[in-house]
Structure formats: structure tokens, C-alpha cells
């Protein structure tokens, strides 16, 4: 490599462009499916239009279907017999299962197929699809449960109404057949319930002649059983005998408990206890004796002491004292004696007691074991007239209440003819046609955008690429083989001339060269810090307009004083000498194969002189092997002479020249044309740069249309803006600019 191309390269370190964006994983945006949507709304629009009216078309040709209901009542809470203990509100049962076994039962063949049979209604089972179906298979399907077609049945939430709804052609026959319908179910229960009481009065009835036969037979044993006892009714002699009993085992105890105390007493009494004798039934007399004693032994003792024996007062104490000591033992003697007699009398009263309740008590156990016979006996007795009884009556309930209506079912609104069909709702088919054709035309354009693999906007290739585009250039169609001489034109100095003349330049070409402006101005003002001298202009395909985009960068450079000198790298399909109308004998193969100096095959242009071409010249494979060294050399040589260099490269995919040339500029610009460059080639041309560490400036959107991208739209107004401009007005804003782009330029040079 040339030393000056080795100095460029390694300056490109210090003052290249940031390094890119890395590739955003995320969904696609959300304003590309709205960009989409925007591109088909008019398909969108018809294909829904069209549902329409072949909806009202559809609903207009069928046959109006009228509908009448019959509403049934079911009241959970009246009498489900007439006659007997059963007249009684029915249990209350799980509301919705009662309804719904309800339901089906109005759904049954036993209810339907009166009803079918009486008006001639089709049934679902007797459709044939393909062919008529033979003898027999007819035969097997009248056979079948019936089901009727428009019939519905219905349960409104919260409520025990049942709604049958019949729909049909004629009015009146759907209202007939609803109400037909209502009271062939209220029939079908009533069936049910006289055919359920007539199955159990006969059972009922062939069952008492056993149980009057059982019956006779234990009334018999128990009549003889009470013969042989001699007693009527041995429970109740049991009873007062149990009672005696208890009566003589209390009186026997306390019998026991006085025999024990007196016992005690006179135990006492016999060893010369006064306690005891005391606390028996004379013990008060002799606790009165034994006080008096004791105060005359007292009473004794001070007359001793004071008078001696000789006083008459001493013999006085002691004879008093003498006889209430003789009172005293007598009593007690007497006491002793009618202790022991109390004691004699208990023993004898307890033996007497306990001979009384053994004898009792032995009756007791043989009564009692007579008695449990004698219960079983008549419990059986009981049980069999009692349930003769039952049934005898049950059997008379049911054949009276067989012949009762059920109240707890009945009809609440008899059904009516229609006066309006239900079917088809023209509107409302209409509205759900035109709905969900919209649906469909917007999934199949969210769809049909999914399935595009090109790029269309800005956000797409920052999101999904991973790298800014730095402009957009509309589309020109009608006119594209004029953009190079008209912005040729324009940046001449002739062009405020040109553009007070009212056919200086078309519309579309306008728009273009103010697009090509923006770009030139991102290019040169995106970071005041980073100097830009070479560029190669590429793209990932051929025909994406990346010729006419460095002509357009050139010449936009060029316009502002700037020298530019524009190199035709395409050695495989040349074409800036025909866009530019120069000669195209000479040029870059010249110089890669006969070394001819590069400033001798430049062409100046006559219209703008600050832009100098390099075109390719005669084609010749042979000079791409020595390009890449050649063009290193005038870059080198070139830098010091222009203030930017525009390089036309043929497309990267494919062609190893564009990655050369990458290596030896200051950036690369990717041209994609909006709508036609495939995601997948651009990503791996942005992929082959940065592998080669080449500096991507930004990628421009080529052809871009309201339809394609929805930022056109600042292009659109910005025309308008255009052409809201007086001459005088336009002439005085592209000096504004001019001087604006001047101080810019400055900045950057300082």
C-alpha cells in the first residue's frame, strides 16, 4: 500500500465516524405495521366493502324465518300431591339440574314426536346428504329420537322460566307448534306421574295380602303368649314389681343402717359406756341425773370441808346425794334394757326385710325374662298392623292423586305469531360481514408486511439493522433521466435565475434536489468534530440508485464552492459518464493498466467547474486486480487537492472491489431502495464493512413513497413549502443558506 494511503488509514482511527449501532433484537416496530395499514387502506377498505354487500346480497335471498316463544313457569314451591301426608312443598333440590332436567325432558322424542308427526315437521335425522336413503335406513332413522330443526329451548339466568322457541317460515305455525310443544311436555309429565302412581298402587296392592297374612299370624302368637301367663299385659306387672323392688331394697338398707347403729349402742352399753347410754332416746334424762350428780357431788364436798362429818348439814348432802346416785343407776339399768330390746326389734326387722326383697327380686327376673319375649312379640305385632295400615292408605293416596294435574308446572305465556322475522338480520349481518372482513384485510396486511423481507423506513433499519439513515430521496418517476442536468442546472450560476422561471424544474425533480440537500447537510453537519474527505457510495444490490446518489452528493458539494472530485469505481457497468454527458474514451482503466496519471483522464464540468469527474473509461476485466492499489495511491495524492472525494462502487454483495475501497475511505454510504432491498443482503453488507473495520457513515432510503414509509410525508410539505415561496423569497432563503453552510464549512476547517 502507498505510505499515503498507510497515513490515511491509520488518521481514520482518529477522526472517523462512532462506531455503529449494534442490531436491536426486538420486534419490529409497532408504526411499521401502521405504515402498513396505511399502504393497503384502500384494499382494506374495498375487500371489507365487498363483505358487505355480499352479506346484504346473502341475507336478501334467504328465506325470513319467524320465531315464537312459550314460556313456562316451573314453581319449585307448590304441593307435589293432592291428597295425604305428601302434600307438602317438593324438596329443594339443585335449582340448575332441576332446569336442566326440565329442558331435556322438553327436548325428548316422547314430547317432540306428537308434535312432529301432528304439523308434518322435518326432522334432522331424516336429511339425506348425498342420496335418498333406502326402505330400511328410512325405516331405522324414523326410529330414531326425534329432534326438531329451529327448535330451541332456553333457561333465562336467575328464574324457573323455560323458554321454547320455534322458528318457521309462517308466522302461525311457529307460534302453533311452540304452544303444541309446551303442552305436549306438560302432558308427557302428567303421563309420567299417573303411570308412576298406577305402577305403585299395583305393587302396593299385591303386597297387603302378605302383610295382612303376617299380620294375623303375630297377633295370634302374641294373644297366646299372654294366655299362658295368665296376665294381660306382663310390662306393666314388670313395672310396679320393679318399683316394689326399689321400695324394698330402701327400706332394707336404712333397715341395715338402724340395725348397726342400735347394735353399736347396746355394744357400748354392755362394756359400761355412759356416752352411749347417753345418746340413745333416754339419754337426755340421764345427762339431767348425771348434771345433778355431779353439782351435789360438789355441793358434798364443800360441806365436808367446812362442817366434818358430824354436821347435820353433811348428812343431809350425802343422803341427797345418795339417792340421786340410786335414781341414776336405775334409769341407766332401764335404758340398758330397752336398748338392747331396740336392737332384738332391728335384727328382726332386717331379716324380715331381706327375705321379702330376695322373694321379690326373684319374681322380678322371672317376670322380666317374660317380658322380653312378651316385646318382641308384640313389637312384631305393632310393626305389621302398622304398616298394613300405611300401605292400605298409601294405596288409596295414589289412586286418588293419579288422577291430579301437576300444579307445580303450567304454561305462563302462550307463544304468538311473529310480526317482524328474526332471520336474517340484514343489519346486523351486515355490520359482522363488513367487521370481520376488516379483520381479515388487516391480518392479511399485518401478514403480507411480516412476510416482506425489504426494507421500507427509517425505524426499520435503526431497529432492526442497527444503523441510522441519514436521508431519504423520493421517487421520480417520469422524470428520473432529467435529475442530473436539472440539479446540474440548479447548481450552476445561473440557478437563481432558473428558479424564478416558472418551468425551471418539475415538481419531482424539486422535491428530490431539496432531498438530496438533506442528505448532504447529515453528511457534512452530523458531528462538527469528524472531517469526512473520502467517501464510497455503494449499495448491497445492483440498480438501488447509488450512482445517481454520488452525482447528487458531488454536485451538492460542488454547488457550495467546494472542490469535489467524483470517481467512477464501477468497473463491471460504468454509467456517471452517461448520466454527466462527458467522454467516456479515458479514465480509471487507463490508469490502472497503461499508468496513466489520473489529472490527465479528469473531466471538469462545464456547468458547475468545482466538480471533476473520473469515469471509467473503456471496460476491461484486467484492471481490477491492480485497482485497489491504484486507487490507494490517488486517494493519497487526490486528498491534498479536493475537499472531498465521492467514490461510485459497484454493489458489495458479490464483488470483492467495494470492500477495498472501503478500507481506504473515510466512511461508506449504503444505498437502499425503499420497497425492493432485500433486509437480509443489506444486514450482511453493514456486516462485511464492519468486519473489515471499514467506517459506515449511515444508509440512505432510495424511492421513497407516501406508501412505503410514512416520513416521506416532510418531503411532501416541505414542496408545498417550496412552492409557497415568492422568487424574491427563494432567492433570498438559498443565500441564507448559502451563508449558514459557509460558517458551517468555516467551523469545520478550524
Not at 407 to 413: F, G, P, V, Y
Request: net charge neutral; with cysteine; proline share 5%.
Amino acid at each position: 500500500m502507498h505510505p499515503g494511503s498507510r497515513k490515511q488509514v491509520q488518521a481514520l482511527a482518529s477522526y472517523g465516524p462512532p462506531p455503529p449501532r449494534q442490531p436491536s433484537e426486538d420486534a419490529v416496530p409497532v408504526s411499521q405495521y401502521l405504515a402498513a395499514l396505511l399502504r393497503h387502506k384502500w384494499r382494506i377498505v374495498l375487500f371489507a366493502t365487498l363483505c358487505g354487500i355480499v352479506a346484504l346480497i346473502v341475507s336478501l335471498k334467504v328465506t325470513p324465518l319467524y320465531e315464537s316463544i312459550a314460556v313456562i313457569d316451573i314453581d319449585r314451591n307448590s304441593e307435589v300431591e293432592a291428597v295425604g301426608g305428601d302434600s307438602r312443598p317438593a324438596a329443594q333440590a339443585n335449582a340448575e339440574q332441576f332446569i336442566s332436567t326440565q329442558i331435556r325432558l322438553v327436548q325428548s322424542d316422547a314430547v317432540l314426536r306428537p308434535v312432529a308427526q301432528k304439523y308434518d315437521l322435518p326432522l334432522e335425522q331424516t336429511d339425506a346428504w348425498f342420496a335418498p336413503l333406502r326402505e330400511d335406513e328410512q325405516a331405522a332413522r324414523a326410529m330414531a329420537p326425534a329432534r326438531l330443526k329451529r327448535l330451541k329451548v332456553t333457561h333465562p339466568p336467575q328464574t324457573f322460566l323455560i323458554y321454547i322457541q320455534y322458528r318457521s317460515q309462517n308466522p302461525h305455525l311457529a307460534a302453533q307448534v311452540a304452544n303444541e310443544i309446551a303442552q305436549s311436555y306438560i302432558d308427557h309429565v302428567f303421563r309420567i306421574r299417573y303411570e308412576s302412581s298406577q305402577t305403585l298402587s299395583a305393587f302396593m296392592e299385591r303386597q297387603l295380602d302378605e302383610l295382612r297374612t303376617k299380620m294375623e299370624r303375630s297377633n295370634a302368637a302374641l294373644a297366646a303368649f299372654e294366655r299362658e301367663l295368665n296376665m294381660i299385659d306382663p310390662e306393666e306387672r314388670t313395672s310396679i314389681i320393679s318399683s316394689r323392688l326399689l321400695q324394698l331394697n330402701a327400706e332394707f338398707t336404712q333397715a341395715q343402717t338402724e340395725r348397726v347403729k342400735r347394735e353399736a349402742a347396746f355394744r357400748a352399753l354392755s362394756q359400761g359406756s355412759m356416752e352411749a347410754a347417753i345418746m340413745s332416746l333416754h339419754g337426755q334424762r340421764l345427762q339431767e341425773l348425771q348434771r345433778r350428780q355431779q353439782e351435789l357431788l360438789e355441793t358434798f364436798a364443800k360441806v365436808r370441808q367446812h362442817y366434818g362429818p358430824n354436821h347435820p348439814a353433811y348428812g343431809a348432802a350425802k343422803a341427797e346425794l345418795d339417792q340421786v346416785t340410786a335414781t341414776l343407776e336405775k334409769a341407766t339399768s332401764s335404758v340398758q334394757r330397752q336398748i338392747g330390746l331396740g336392737f332384738e326389734e332391728a335384727v328382726q326387722r332386717e331379716g324380715l326385710l331381706d327375705k321379702e326383697l330376695r322373694d321379690t327380686k326373684a319374681e322380678f327376673d322371672r317376670l322380666n325374662a317374660s317380658s322380653f319375649q312378651y316385646k318382641t312379640l308384640k313389637r312384631e305385632a305393632d310393626a305389621d298392623r302398622k304398616l298394613y295400615e300405611e300401605l292400605v292408605a298409601k294405596t288409596k293416596q295414589a289412586t286418588i292423586n293419579a288422577g291430579f294435574p301437576s300444579s307445580a308446572i303450567r304454561i305462563a305465556d302462550l307463544a304468538r305469531p311473529a310480526y317482524a322475522p328474526v332471520s336474517p338480520n340484514i343489519k346486523v349481518n351486515v355490520l359482522l360481514a363488513v367487521v370481520f372482513g376488516l379483520m381479515l384485510a388487516i391480518g392479511a396486511a399485518v401478514l403480507a408486511d411480516s412476510l416482506d423481507t425489504t426494507v421500507r423506513d427509517p425505524e426499520m433499519v435503526s431497529a432492526l439493522l442497527g444503523s441510522e439513515v441519514l436521508g431519504m430521496l423520493p421517487k421520480v418517476q417520469g422524470a428520473s433521466g432529467s435529475l442530473i442536468p436539472a440539479m446540474l442546472r440548479e447548481a450552476g450560476p445561473n440557478s437563481r435565475a432558473l428558479m424564478r422561471t416558472s418551468d425551471a424544474l418539475q415538481k419531482p425533480a424539486l422535491n428530490y434536489l431539496e432531498s438530496v440537500k438533506t442528505l448532504h447537510a447529515s453528511l457534512m453537519l452530523a458531528d462538527i468534530d469528524q472531517r469526512v474527505r473520502t467517501m464510497m457510495v455503494t449499495s448491497a444490490a445492483p440498480a438501488e440508485g447509488k450512482s445517481t446518489v454520488a452525482t447528487a452528493i458531488a454536485i451538492s458539494h460542488a454547488a457550495k464552492g467546494k472542490r469535489v472530485l467524483l470517481i467512477d469505481g464501477d468497473l463491471r457497468r460504468p454509467s456517471l459518464a452517461d448520466k454527466l454527458r462527458i467522454s467516456s474514451r479515458q479514465g480509471l482503466v487507463d490508469v490502472c493498466l497503461r499508468g496513466t496519471p489520473w489529472r490527465d483522464v479528469v473531466h471538469p464540468l462545464l456547468d458547475l467547474p468545482d466538480l471533476h469527474v473520473l469515469a471509467t473509461g473503456a471496460c476491461n476485466r484486467r484492471a481490477i486486480d491492480p485497482f485497489a492499489a491504484v486507487l490507494a495511491d490517488l486517494l493519497a495524492e487526490a486528498t491534498d487537492e479536493y475537499d472531498l472525494i465521492v467514490v461510485d462502487s459497484p454493489p458489495l454483495l458479490g464483488f470483492p472491489e467495494p470492500l477495498h475501497v472501503a478500507s481506504l475511505v473515510d466512511g461508506v454510504l449504503l444505498v437502499a431502495l425503499s420497497g425492493n432491498t432485500n433486509r437480509k443482503a443489506l444486514q450482511l453488507s453493514l456486516n462485511q464493512l464492519r468486519r473489515i473495520g471499514a467506517q459506515t457513515l449511515g444508509v440512505v432510503l432510495n424511492g421513497a413513497t407516501r406508501d412505503t414509509q410514512g416520513a416521506y410525508y416532510y418531503h411532501h410539505y416541505a414542496s408545498h413549502y417550496n412552492q409557497a415561496l415568492s422568487p424574491d423569497a427563494a432567492s433570498q432563503a438559498e443565500g441564507a443558506n448559502e451563508a449558514f453552510e459557509e460558517e458551517s464549512a468555516k467551523k469545520l476547517a478550524s
